[in-house]
C-alpha cells in the first residue's frame, strides 16, 4: 500500500512539472496524407499517398499564447499517371511520385480550453521543407526530377489536444511551388497530417 501511494505521488508530482512548466520537450509521430496540386494536369492527377512521419518539437507557453517549434522526418508526394495524345488516361499505368524532406513548422498557437489535465487548441504557422533524397519517379512523361527545389515553404494550420502528457495534433499543410520557377509547369503539396506524442517534460 505504502508503494502504491508513493507511485501515486511521484506519478502526480511528475504531472505537476508537465502541466506547469513553460517549456516543454517532446517526441512526436504520426501518418500523412499527401497530393500534388499542379497545372500540369496532362503529367498528374490528384490522387494520394500514405506515409509516416517522425521527430521532435519544443512548446513554449505564454499563457494563453505558445510557440512552438518542430523537426521532423517525412515523405511526400502523390501519384503520376500518364497521358495519351488524347489527354485521356491510359488505363493501369499510373506511378508513385514520393520524395523525402526534413520539415521545420514553426507554429504559434493559442489555448482555447487550457486546464491542468486538458488543453484544446489552435496553431498556424509556416513551415520550411528541406528535400533529403532524388524523388522516386517513372520514365511515364518527360518531367524532369532536376527541377525539384532542394527546399521549399508551405504554411501549416490545424487543431490539436493535451491529455496529460499526451499530445494529438491534426493539420493540413499548403506548400508553394516545389519545382524551381523557370520549369514549364509548377506543382504544390497538399498534406493532411495526424500525429500523436508525449511531452518529456
Given at each position: 500500500?505504502k508503494?502504491?501511494?508513493?507511485?501515486l505521488?511521484?506519478f502526480f508530482?511528475l504531472f505537476s512539472?508537465w502541466?506547469?512548466s513553460?517549456?516543454?520537450?517532446?517526441?512526436?509521430?504520426g501518418t500523412n496524407s499527401?497530393?500534388?496540386?499542379?497545372n500540369a494536369?496532362?503529367?498528374?492527377?490528384q490522387?494520394?499517398?500514405?506515409?509516416?512521419f517522425?521527430?521532435a518539437f519544443?512548446?513554449?507557453?505564454?499563457g494563453?499564447?505558445?510557440f512552438q517549434?518542430?523537426?521532423?522526418f517525412n515523405?511526400?508526394g502523390?501519384i503520376?499517371?500518364s497521358?495519351?495524345?488524347?489527354?485521356?488516361?491510359?488505363?493501369n499505368?499510373?506511378?508513385?511520385?514520393?520524395y523525402q524532406?526534413?520539415?521545420?513548422p514553426?507554429?504559434?498557437g493559442?489555448?482555447i480550453?487550457n486546464?491542468p489535465i486538458?488543453?484544446?487548441?489552435?496553431?498556424?504557422?509556416?513551415?520550411?521543407s528541406y528535400?533529403?533524397?532524388?524523388?522516386?519517379i517513372?520514365d511515364l512523361?518527360?518531367?524532369?526530377i532536376?527541377?525539384?527545389k532542394?527546399?521549399y515553404?508551405?504554411?501549416?494550420?490545424?487543431i490539436?489536444f493535451?491529455?496529460w502528457?499526451?499530445?494529438i495534433?491534426?493539420?493540413?499543410?499548403?506548400?508553394?511551388?516545389i519545382?524551381i520557377?523557370?520549369s514549364n509547369?509548377?506543382?504544390?503539396?497538399?498534406?493532411y497530417?495526424?500525429?500523436a506524442g508525449?511531452k518529456?517534460?
Amino acid at each position: 500500500m505504502k508503494r502504491f501511494c508513493l507511485t501515486l505521488f511521484l506519478f502526480f508530482s511528475l504531472f505537476s512539472v508537465w502541466s506547469q512548466s513553460p517549456v516543454n520537450l517532446g517526441l512526436k509521430f504520426g501518418t500523412n496524407s499527401s497530393s500534388l496540386i499542379t497545372n500540369a494536369n496532362e503529367f498528374f492527377d490528384q490522387s494520394e499517398i500514405n506515409k509516416i512521419f517522425a521527430g521532435a518539437f519544443v512548446r513554449v507557453n505564454m499563457g494563453k499564447i505558445y510557440f512552438q517549434p518542430e523537426v521532423y522526418f517525412n515523405t511526400k508526394g502523390g501519384i503520376l499517371s500518364s497521358f495519351n495524345s488524347n489527354s485521356t488516361i491510359i488505363p493501369n499505368i499510373s506511378e508513385l511520385f514520393s520524395y523525402q524532406t526534413i520539415d521545420i513548422p514553426i507554429l504559434l498557437g493559442i489555448n482555447i480550453i487550457n486546464k491542468p489535465i486538458f488543453n484544446l487548441r489552435v496553431h498556424a504557422g509556416p513551415v520550411l521543407s528541406y528535400v533529403t533524397t532524388d524523388p522516386l519517379i517513372s520514365d511515364l512523361t518527360n518531367l524532369n526530377i532536376d527541377d525539384l527545389k532542394d527546399n521549399y515553404v508551405g504554411i501549416q494550420a490545424g487543431i490539436g489536444f493535451d491529455l496529460w502528457f499526451v499530445t494529438i495534433d491534426a493539420r493540413v499543410e499548403n506548400s508553394f511551388n516545389i519545382f524551381i520557377d523557370n520549369s514549364n509547369y509548377s506543382a504544390a503539396n497538399r498534406v493532411y497530417l495526424l500525429s500523436a506524442g508525449i511531452k518529456l517534460f
